[in-house]
Structures are given as C-alpha cells and as structure tokens.
C-alpha cells in the first residue's frame, strides 16, 4: 500500500510537472514558451528597468556603464548619488524648458503595452509601405488618435511626418512661401507673446523666398501693401499664455500650431478644421526625445512641396521611431476612456500643479498669473478645471520689472518674457517636467511670495 | 517487479520535469525566468518574424493588417502573393537606387544580438546624457569602430549626429559658409560624375550665404578670381564609379563624403584624417531607414555652427535610433574578425556580385565597366578582389548614346549618367539591393549580351 501510495503521488506529480511544463506554457502570456531572439534583448531591458534609482532618475538601457556593466542612474534635477537618493542643497528649481516629462510616470505603469521589440533587420529600406517614406498603419492611427480625442478635422486632408514639429515648421514657411522667384519674399510672423523658436528658425533657414517678418501688431499699425505675403503662425492654445488665439493679419496663408490642443491642456471645443495644421508627439504622449510630429495639409500642392522638402531634408523620419510611435497611439487609442487613460492622467496632473501654484500665487501681491477659467470639454464630456502647460508670471512690483532676474535671485529659473517679444515683467513657468521639478519650484516660491521676504525686499 | 519498474521510471520522469521546469530555465539564456513587461511585446515580434514569406520578402511589426491579427509579408520586387512566393512575369530589374538591402540576410542571422527592446519611458526628454543632444556611449562607440576598422582619425575631432548623411550635407554647407552677410555666397561643387543629391539639395535650400556652383572642370578652366569661396564634395570612393578620389580646386572648405570606405565596399588605405568627414550608417550596417548618419569635424567653430543648424532643424536625431545604432554598432565591434563579421559578409556577397556581373559584360563587346583590380586592404590584412556598390556601365555601341534607355528596353531599370553630369552613355547599376534584385539583373542582362540580340539589334 506505501508503495502505491508512492507511486500515486509520484505519477500526480509527473501529471503536475507535464502541466506546468508544456500547457502552463503555452497559455501564459507573460512566459511565451518559444523565447528566441528576443530572449536577451529583453532580459537586458527589464533587467535596466529594475536599476533603483529612488524615483528621482532612471537607467537607460544606452546610458553610461557603471561599475557591474549595467548602465549608471540618470538623476533629475538636483538629485545626485549613485542612487539618486540625494538631494543637493541649494538646488535652483529648473522650470525653463517645455520638456514633457510629467508624463514619465504614466508610461512607466504602462510599460507591458508600450514596450516595442525592434528587430535587427526591422525596415532597413530607404521606402517604408506608404508613399512619401510614411508608414500606412502610422498614418491611419494618426487619423484616429484625432478622431478619438475629437480636435481636428483630417478627412480629405493629406498628412506629413517630420522629425518634431521643428522640422515641419520649416518645411510649412517652405511650402508656403512663392516658388516664383520673381516674387516678393514671404513675411513669416506671429502675434506677441509668441514661441521663440519660429524666429529663431527663419532667421537661421531664410532664403530668397521667406524670411522673418516680425510680430503681427507691428503690420496691423502700418499701412501694408496688398502684395505682402505673410505667413502667420498662430499657436492655439498659446505658448506661453495657454489663451485660444486667431490669425489677426488676414493672411493668405496661416500655420495653425495646435502643439497643446489636447486634452492634457486645453478643453477641447470643435474639432479644427484648418488648411494647414501643426502637431507634435512630444506633447501628446511626451516622448520629445523621439523627435515626431506631423501636419495636416488640405492643399495638394502645399503637400507636395512640404513633402519635396523633408524628403530633400532627411529622406522622412525614422522609421525606428514609426514603430514605436504607432505601438504608443496604440496604447493610448486603447486606454481611452479607461483607467489608464492619458489625457485623463495629464489633466488630472497639471490640474493639481495649476491649482497649487495659483493658490500659491495668489496669496501675494507681488505676482499674478494668467487667468483661466472651467470650461466645457468634449473629450471628457464634463466641465474641466484649467490645466496650462506653462505658467505666465507677471511680477507685480514696480521695481521687479525683469521679472525673469527677480525669480533668478529666488532660485528659479525661468523662460524670460522678452524671449517672447513680450514685456519683461513676464517670465514662462514650465509646468510639464518631472515632479522633482515642481515640488522644487513651489518650495522656491514659498518664501518669494511670503510676508516676511516682502518686507525684506 | 513491475510495479517497481513503474515507480522508478515515474520518480525518473519527475527528477527529469523538476530538472526542465526549475533548473534549465534559470540557466538558459534563450528562456529568461522572470520575463515581465518586456513579455507581450517580445512574443508579438517572435510571432511577426516567424511569418513565412518564402524568401522573397518579410513581415514588420508595423505592416498593414492581413487576416488574422497579423501582418502581411512586403515582398521584394517583381515578387507577390501572400506569401510572395510567386513571380511576376516580364518585370524589369530595378536596380536603380542604392538601397543597402544586401544587408538584411546579415540581420536576419545575427537576430539575438541585434534585437533591442524599447521601454514605453525610454529617454523621453529633449535632453540625452552627452551634450548637443548626443548619447554618450554611441559617440564613443562610432569612434571605437573607426578605430577598429581603421578607415579614420577620430582623435582629437568633434562629432556630430544627424538624420542620415543627407541632413549632414546641408548642416556643413551652411556651416562652412560665410557667416558675414557681406560676403559673396560660397559656390557649393562637385567633380564628375558626383551623387546629384548635392545639387538637388543645394538648389533647394539655398541662401544668400551659398548656392550650387556646378562641377569642378567648369572652374578650373575658367580664370577664377581668389576670391571665390568653394565649398568642394569629394566623394571617396566614388559614387557611382567606386573611384578614390581627390579635390582639384584647392578649395578652402571640402567635405569628404566617405559613404563607401568601408570594407564591404573598398579596401582600407591608411585611416582618413580629413577635417571634414562625412559619414552614413545606412551604408556600414545597412539601415537607411533608420536615417542615422555623423561628420567628424576637426574645427570647434565649424562643428558649433553645425550643431546650431542641427539644433534648429530638428533638435538633434531621434533618441530610439541612438539607442538601435548603439546595439547594431556593438554587434558589428564584437563580430570584427570572427564568423559573424559584417564586412566580411557585405565583402563577400559584394565580391561574389561584382564578379558574376564583370564576367557576364567582358563576354559581349556591347558594354563595358569599370576597371577595379585588387588591392591589398589593412581590414583584412590581405589582398582584397573587388566590391563596388555600383557598377557604372557603359554603352560601347554608336547608336546606344543613352544607355539607360538601351536597359529601360532590356528591362532593366537604371540610374543614367546625365543625373551624374556625365555622358549618357553611361550608366549607374546599384549592386547593393536584395539578391533578388541582383538576380533578375543577370537575368535580364544574359539576352542582352548574347550574339542572337546583338544580331537582332
């Protein structure tokens, strides 16, 4: 009898062990029974990923080795150790770039969904499936990204992709600028405060075709010839300010920048409807890094030129970077509506960031921030509390007209209004970096705003 | 007895599952134990690269959609069906472009080691760990593989990324132009034949700082004054004739464009110490799509003005493609001398191309090419037979003065001499894309040097 009972449970265990072993397998999708090529690819990966680095950094699988051969952590601001455990003191709080980083976070409680295997023979061609150097299946999510989030119109509209809305923006002041030579040379300008950035690009690309025009208010008080060409650029909503704003020139070509018409930022109204329609991914899944945008153009021969010159410029974008793009809209297609939604995760963010630094802000009369108010959004089919991008601080006191400096000697740095052609007694706050980085700045604001550094100053 | 035998087998069977279960997958690289988030994405490339596409084609990540879930194989030219298993009749051989398909079958091998697993929050920022957008490790790894194949002197010399070699020709043109607006504009010159995307580009984006100036021989037999600001491309080897090649105006500024000194294509001379050296990777691992490409540059201040145009182009080249480059050039470093070498490989199969072509043309008065003989190759450290990417065939016969048109009727599509600036009777055959297309080559090339067609021509 002990031997049969032996010899039952042995021939149980045999049945437990062929189980585990080849059906257990084959049904478990976090082992996949045929591991092959990838296998090592991805042990390295995760293997990186659970480098801690405190939650103020992390490993990337391309950083610099440590010792151990894992690569070292890569620390945010003001935090330092092998760890990233320790925070400097002192440490000025950096909100000066518009670096997306808030959204970090979400994408790391996504990464089964957003992680991408690139094989070593994944599209080496100079073509891709689609004309152009564009990916079909890219291209068709794009169209469904908006359709989904309900803020622009792309049917009957060709669509381009460029390395960030960088390179669009030169290629559209391109495209639209006279092909005949003969004519006068586009004026390329924006209404104050505008991005920098489109100056800084034509001056540096003018050619005989196009060059920098100005800001709008200095043509709307002159007495303009008929025969000017002008683009104008109009970012909607705003950067810095976070306002809607309309073409003011009545210009035969406009540039709409809808880099923050997302619901990250901004209530979405109706669904824009432009000729020429700028977008970058950088602000919608947060991946500046991968340097991807795209621009919806309903003119087919704008679309052919725009094209002519990325082609011209770099033979189109990586198509490393097709992939992994296409596997983020995915995701967020996917997690729409859901828990895991982003739009909800980044205003759900920058709600909080807002509210906290103007209730900050408005404890003192030495600053005062741009005002938004709830509105009706229909995305998220609710009235929304404001969620700007960017905070457009005005400093209040007569001799604080740098306002800039005055934060400067606070420890704070930030975007001076001037860059903006704006008054300097504006400065830009950036509030989509990391959190390190806002905590960093609300704990500089407190003693600029409170009553005893009022009396000092 | 026998229920003994029983009992010992099963005990036998079970050490046998516990070892496969528990044993084996902790020590076996192929199945690693703990395979998390990196799980789903790893399974879905192994179930797309395990689609069969007979040889003739393959299948991405990022396909259209077949039936199933799964995409559909992209099959290599003149080849279709689902699985591009069949031929198409009387479709002509492209062998137009210098697509460096050649390449793949390499990838395809070298599958472990060159598979990267991309994080959903991999370097999300504008910034890298390196400076000007630069990954750190991969700057060091493209000086270690110059150093390793000895084609170049990176000491002491800058280096900058862009997207493919293409975007690098405009940055250093602009870059090597006046910066004082007073000046005249630098003509930008090439010598003949030349890669027309140096003129292409140059017309397109034109400033007052320069402009396309034509070839070489045009100046040099003209009186010109010294005070001519030349902006001089030497290609080295020649694109299209394989060539070694030199400046010839004394020009100030020259940019060595050194797409094809590499081993797969050219014996290694003494390492390049140029001041300006312009180099792609679509040409070293094969990877045109991934649009990579960097200059080495020995000025500070033409590499800052470099970095500048880079900057406001496109904020630097996408971070995904930084971190595939990394893993490709890493593989490449450490299969350098073994079985898995890549110039060894791309050397071979280009050898092996170019000799089956040379042979076929020397048997027919009709056309002729090229002459390359061998060479000894400090690469190899032998005497190395010929590899060009190209062939750059000639037309032999008084009525075929444009020899593109005489293969357009033989059905071979080809890339004519007139875009090179030379004689039209010649004639450009890309010899770098798939085995299919180099095969339908020689197939199509057979009658057309056979006495039957010389007869009926």
Redesign the interface.
């Known amino acids: 009898m002990k031997?049969?009972f032996?010899?039952f449970s042995?021939?149980f265990?045999?049945a437990y062990?062929?189980f585990?072993?080849f059906l257990h397998h084959h049904h478990h999708?976090?082992?996949?029974p045929?591991?092959?090529?990838?296998?090592?690819?991805?042990?390295?990966?995760?293997a990186v990923?659970a480098i801690n680095c405190s939650g103020h950094g992390?490993a990337?699988?391309?950083?610099?080795?440590a010792g151990g051969g894992l690569p070292v952590c890569?620390c945010n601001k003001c935090y330092y150790g092998s760890d990233c455990s320790q925070l400097l003191h002192d440490c000025p709080a950096d909100v000066d770039?518009g670096?997306?980083?808030f959204?970090?976070a979400y994408?790391?409680q996504?990464?089964?969904?957003?992680?991408?295997?690139?094989?070593?023979?994944?599209?080496?061609?100079?073509?891709?499936?689609g004309k152009d150097y564009l990916?079909?299946?890219?291209e068709k999510h794009i169209r469904i990204l908006h359709q989904v989030v309900g803020n622009a119109v792309t049917d009957g509209k060709f669509i381009v992709f460029?390395?960030?809305s960088?390179?669009l923006i030169?290629a559209l002041v391109y495209a639209l600028s006279p092909s005949n030579a003969s004519s006068s040379p586009a004026s390329v300008v924006a209404s104050v405060p505008y991005y920098p950035?489109y100056k800084?690009?034509t001056n540096?690309?003018?050619?005989?075709a196009y060059g920098w025009g100005g800001t709008t208010s200095s043509w709307a008080n002159a007495s303009v010839s008929s025969a000017t060409n002008f683009i104008e650029f109009v970012t909607s909503p705003n950067n810095p300010d976070g306002l809607f704003k309309q073409p003011v020139l009545g210009s035969s070509a406009v540039i709409f920048d809808y880099a923050y018409y997302w619901p990250h930022y901004s209530p979405i109204l109706d669904p824009a409807d432009e000729d020429v329609m700028l977008f970058t991914n950088?602000k919608i899944s947060?991946?500046?890094?991968?340097?991807?945008g795209w621009a919806v153009i309903k003119d087919e021969g704008v679309f052919e030129r725009t094209a002519?010159?990325l082609s011209?410029?770099?033979?189109?974008?990586?198509?490393?970077?097709?992939?992994?793009v296409?596997k983020?809209i995915k995701?967020m297609i996917a997690e729409k509506g859901g828990k895991g939604d982003i739009f909800e995760f980044g205003h759900r963010t920058l709600k909080a960031r807002w509210s906290k630094l103007n209730e900050l802000v408005s404890s003192s009369s030495r600053f005062s921030l741009q005002q938004h108010s709830a509105r009706y959004c229909n995305y998220f089919r609710t009235i929304r509390d404001p969620s700007p991008a960017y905070a457009w601080l005005k400093c209040e006191w007569k001799e604080e007209d740098v306002c800039h400096e005055a934060l400067r000697k606070g420890s704070i740095i930030s975007r001076s209004g001037a860059l903006f052609e704006a008054d300097s007694r504006y400065t830009r706050l950036s509030l989509i970096k990391t959190q390190d980085d806002f905590d960093l700045l609300l704990k500089r604001m407190q003693p600029l705003v409170s009553h005893e550094e009022m009396a000092s100053s």
């Open positions: 031997l049969l032996v010899l042995s021939l265990l045999n062990f062929y585990c072993l999708h976090q082992r996949p045929s591991l092959g090529w990838t296998g090592s690819a991805a042990t390295e990966a995760e990923a992390r990337f699988l391309d950083g610099v080795l890569e770039s670096d997306p980083m959204l970090e994408w790391q996504q990464a089964a969904s957003s992680a991408v295997v690139i094989s070593g023979w994944h599209r080496m061609s100079y073509s891709t499936d990916s079909i299946e890219l460029g390395s960030g960088a390179q030169n950035f800084k690009q540096l690309f003018e050619t005989r950088s947060g991946h500046a890094g991968s340097r991807f002519n010159y011209l410029n770099t033979m189109g974008v990586s198509r490393d970077t097709h992939l992994r296409l983020l995701a």
